[in-house]
């Protein structure tokens, strides 16, 4: 599996929005372009990259071509990103708290430089 391919895949918005209506059910070619602006070509070059990365299969059934989302190929991509989770997690109220009491502190330091005893020009 390459992850290069899978994350260059991953990277268009078009192709993301089809593999989320491929989690519902395998859909003909046509069905998956219908939501779409564009060409059917256009639809195929997208439906391509993303076979190619593993993340669907194509099989033709009669005369329709018919695309299935293949969610192992996710696996390797899921693996490297769950490996950054190692990390701690950001409290973001403890952040926010942090900021506020800085943002005070500094609001407070202007208000005894603008006391009068002098500091910035009036204005002209």
Do not use: Y
């Amino acid at each position: 599996m390459n992850l290069d391919a899978i994350f260059a895949a991953l990277a268009d918005p078009t192709r993301r929005a089809i593999l989320t209506m491929l989690l519902e059910d395998d859909m003909a070619v046509t069905d998956v372009a219908e939501p779409f602006a564009m060409s059917l070509a256009a639809i195929s070059k997208h439906l391509a990259v993303l076979a190619e990365a593993g993340l669907i299969s194509q099989e033709k059934r009669g005369r329709v071509k018919w695309c299935k989302l293949e969610p192992e190929a996710m696996r390797a991509a899921t693996v490297w990103i769950q490996g950054f989770g190692q990390f701690e997690p950001v409290d973001l109220d403890a952040f926010e708290r942090f900021l506020d009491a800085e943002l005070a502190r500094a609001e407070g330091r202007d208000e005894r430089a603008d006391d009068g005893r002098g500091g910035a020009e009036p204005a002209a």
